[in-house]
């Protein structure tokens, strides 16, 4: 019987990837005792992505829109509201209402709708409810995911009452982070009341763990993963902190990847029945793929965006492989809808070796994907 390291000694674009061995053998232990085989790929359209085995749908399919624009209170060091500025501002209700015909006039099925925070970590969304409800009367089959930040269970009843999909947040487990990193007043406790006020609500709940937010290093993650196990969302997503706005007084180191895989496969053990998964924000280069390689390896349940050379990984380590077009779900609490039932394309090992070798001779790039929501090959 092959180890999984020769596994990752036959896929190509992995075989020199510098894995942890150890760690490793620790995966396969694990999965020897979990019967969940399945991995869904994902490709969010927040930002263009191609690779050889896998390709993205058009960017103005799940479009980002922020109420606030570039606006944001906090400052959080890992972001300096950085994230916001690429985003579709529409900072009056009239403006979310042209923003979304315009959007649906172009194909749009859904967005996230965001914005910056105010000093208590709370996005001010009240006199923009009316227009959600009216944009889900009008178009109900439209999905919106929100970023919530901090809500009390009044503020979660009107994010419901208004028509809201998808609530995400990230949930911060130490103190030291929540008040260093996000320059924010309020106890751990409140992150544990914002999750479980949106849980007590009909809507997806989404809750985010950002792995490496204490300035690189690993701190509060697994009192984090422990608050999400008390309440029991509709699903996890783990994402890596990508600092590039850093200010140069608080730099943030690269996380391991090791001390990564190792939260993947904790996180994995902590929660065997929901699905995990990994969202598209992660370190680039080396670093990202073998954190890709130990998700597959952890079992995950779904991946944003994964490295070259991961759906082959996982197609040879025996996991079925489906892969969903962004234009099915909603970036990054997609995944959710996905599992619920959209539509995807199901891949085995010979087709994508097949696709590979295709495009190694033709130049031809991604296995075409055309499932849902009008994604067609090239």
């Known amino acids: 019987m092959r180890s999984w390291l020769d596994i990752l000694a036959e896929v190509e674009a992995l075989e020199e990837l510098p894995v942890r061995a150890d760690l490793v053998a620790d995966f396969a232990a694990a999965a020897a005792r979990d019967e969940s085989s399945s991995i869904h790929f994902y490709t969010p359209t927040f930002k263009a992505y191609a690779s050889s085995e896998i390709r993205g749908c058009g960017r103005q399919s799940w479009p980002a829109v922020s109420i606030t624009g570039g606006e944001c209170k906090l400052k959080c060091d890992h972001c300096k509201a950085k994230v916001l500025e690429p985003m579709i501002a529409a900072r009056t209700p009239a403006a979310l209402w042209q923003v979304v015909e315009s959007m649906i006039g172009q194909g749009a099925k859904g967005m996230l709708l965001t914005g910056g925070s105010n000093h208590r970590d709370e996005v001010e969304y009240d006199p923009f409810y009316p227009t959600v409800r009216r944009i889900k009367d009008s178009y109900p089959d439209f999905r919106i995911a929100a970023h919530t930040a901090l809500v009390d269970a009044d503020k979660a009843r ?4 208004a028509g809201i999909d998808v609530a995400m947040m990230d949930v911060i487990g130490a103190q030291e982070t929540v008040t260093h ?3 924010l007043k309020r106890p751990v406790a409140d992150f544990e009341r914002a999750l ?8 997806k709940v989404v809750p985010h763990i950002v792995i490496g937010l204490h300035y690189g290093r690993l701190l509060g993650e697994w009192g984090a993963l422990d608050i999400v196990a008390r309440h029991r969302p509709d699903a996890l997503v783990l994402v890596v902190v990508m600092p590039f706005y850093a200010p140069a007084r608080r730099p943030f180191a690269t996380p391991d990847p090791h001390e990564v895989g190792r939260f993947l496969l904790d996180a994995r053990t902590r929660l065997p029945d929901l699905p995990l998964l990994l969202g ?13 390689a130990y998700a597959v390896m952890a079992g995950v349940t779904g991946m944003a965006h994964p490295s070259e050379g991961i759906v082959e990984l996982a197609a040879r380590m025996g996991r079925s492989v489906r892969v969903t077009p962004a234009c099915c779900s909603i970036a990054v609490g997609e995944e959710v809808m996905a599992l619920d039932g959209a539509e ?12 590979e070798r ?6 031809l790039k991604g296995i075409p994907v055309t499932a849902g929501g009008g994604c067609t090959a090239p």
């Open 158 to 161: 009107r994010m419901e009452d």
């Open 181 to 183: 990193v996000y320059h």
């Open 196 to 203: 479980e006020a949106l849980v007590a609500t009909r809507m």
């Open 280 to 292: 598209c924000a992660r370190p680039p280069g080396q670093v990202k793929v073998l954190i890709d």
């Open 344 to 355: 995807s394309v199901a891949l085995d090992l010979d087709e994508i070796v097949r696709q």
């Open 358 to 363: 295709e495009r190694s001779r033709s130049g």
